[in-house]
């Protein structure tokens, strides 16, 4: 639908087709075309935060079907350098990664490894409300101005600063497919004034992202062209949501529109369904929308039908690590020792490498054994099966089926958890 030549880089560049779109919701079916490939959407996009998928190879995430992965500019920027990863070539070649990437701006880590509030930002907007509350009694490691962060590396308590720019420059290094602008992240304990003031912050940050960017795809010439989103804020706010998506939706800087839009922030769980479509009622239609940080099976349902058309969440694979695995009939812990000498797979749907080849009993076994080997499996059953649930969820709105699917999945699966960026 909206074919945009690439003036600088490569040939065909970034572009997405609606293929389908529901008439009675937001969902749509669609297909983003990068310089590494397409992606399928609705699509889960998995996160390997430091260019890697914890103990799972590329080829096994490729197998189980993802068809993009997530990696993150504050992470790499520490460590090892978005430097080195221009000298390699960029972010897929450097991880063996032949397909697209995502890298997040950003803006989100320094301000939650900095400031120090909870990594699982969905919560009880209800709960008390002042700004302070995310310093809590902690070092306060990041201090935001009107020109960018300041914030200490959670590796080595170095001092470092991002701006608009600075973020621009470390993920053009890095080389990711699309971007996403650097924003500034509140959570639902900040207070209304302080949300205003952030938005305010976010939207002149976005016209110096696009300008900065426009700026380097112009002299990085011969590289692929790479997609830029804006980020929406807003928290629960039904007025700054929509002016967020009004202001960023239209916001052309120089001739630099965003190519897409990320919803980002805080998302109060009970209410996200209503903040997805404020935003993506007012958004332009032909452009995509990625619902940063939301994994949880009964939420994905929530964003797809909201018109949300890629995922990305740490949930999956960081539960994994825990012993922790979805399957059909909800959440369960595979350290469990009910588990002992259950001889099934985890789920016996599930087509994954692990759900074919090994037992719950054996799986009990690995992790009570403290197996590095209990990661990868668990890991590559719980991607499988988020990856695949939001295919299904694809496949149903081409069938016309989509609410009998949900139905059928939310009826059987009753696990509920939260959001979650890493
Ligand atoms: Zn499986």
């Given at each position: 639908m909206n074919n945009r030549e690439c003036r600088f880089g490569n040939a065909l560049s970034f572009s997405f087709d609606i293929?389908?779109?529901?008439?009675?919701?937001?969902?749509?079916?669609?297909?983003i075309n990068t310089p590494h490939g397409p992606i399928q959407t609705p699509a889960f996009i998995p996160v390997g935060t430091k260019a890697t998928v914890k103990s799972v190879l590329p080829e096994a995430m490729a197998d189980l079907g993802a068809q993009a992965l997530l990696?993150?500019?504050?992470?790499?920027?520490?460590q090892p350098g978005s430097d080195i990863l221009d000298e390699a070539g960029g972010l897929g070649e450097f991880m063996n990664w032949p397909g697209p990437t995502f890298t997040d701006s950003g803006g989100f880590q320094v301000l939650s490894l900095g400031v120090g509030f909870k990594k699982v930002?969905?919560?009880?907007?209800?709960?008390?409300?002042?700004?302070?509350?995310?310093a809590g009694n902690k070092d306060r490691l990041a201090h935001v101005d009107d020109e960018g962060v300041?914030?200490?590396?959670?590796?080595?308590?170095?001092?470092?600063?991002?701006?608009?720019?600075?973020?621009?420059?470390?993920?053009?290094?890095i080389g990711a497919d699309i971007m996403f602008a650097f924003d500034e992240c509140t959570t639902l304990h900040n207070t209304r004034p302080y949300q205003?003031?952030?938005?305010?912050?976010?939207?002149?940050?976005?016209i110096r992202c696009l300008d900065e960017h426009k700026k380097l795809t112009q002299e990085r010439v011969g590289k692929p062209y790479q997609a830029l989103f804006g980020v929406i804020q807003g928290a629960q706010y039904e007025d700054l949501r929509k002016k967020a998506a009004t202001d960023l939706g239209s916001l052309e800087s120089n001739g630099q529109a965003f190519d897409g839009f990320g919803i980002g922030g805080a998302l109060d769980k009970g209410q996200l369904g209503t903040i997805v479509s404020w935003v993506n009622e007012i958004l332009p239609e032909d452009k995509p929308r990625h619902l940063l940080g939301i994994g949880a099976p009964e939420d994905l349902f929530v964003g797809v039908e909201n018109g949300c058309d890629t995922f990305d969440c740490v949930l999956a694979s960081r539960i994994a690590r825990t012993s922790a695995v979805y399957t059909m009939e909800g959440r369960f812990n595979l350290s469990n020792s009910r588990f002992k000498r259950d001889f099934t797979s985890i789920d016996d749907e599930c087509d994954c490498y692990t759900c074919?080849?090994?037992t719950r009993a054996y799986m009990h076994h690995v992790f009570r054994g403290k197996e590095i080997i209990s990661a990868t499996l668990a890991t590559i059953h719980n991607e499988r099966?988020?990856?695949?649930?939001?295919?299904?969820?694809?496949?149903?709105?081409?069938?016309?089926?989509?609410a009998d699917m949900k139905a059928d999945f939310l009826g059987r699966y009753?696990?509920?958890s939260g959001q979650a960026r890493d």
């Open positions: 293929k389908h779109a529901e008439s009675d919701s937001l969902a749509r079916v669609g297909t990696s993150n500019a504050y992470h790499l920027y520490l930002l969905a919560m009880d907007a209800q709960t008390f409300r002042r700004d302070d509350v995310i300041t914030f200490k590396s959670h590796l080595d308590g170095s001092m470092h600063r991002f701006t608009p720019e600075v973020s621009m420059q470390v993920q053009h290094q205003e003031l952030a938005m305010d912050r976010t939207y002149a940050w976005a074919t080849h090994y099966f988020i990856v695949r649930l939001v295919d299904q969820m694809r496949q149903a709105l081409l069938d016309g089926n989509f009753t696990h509920r």
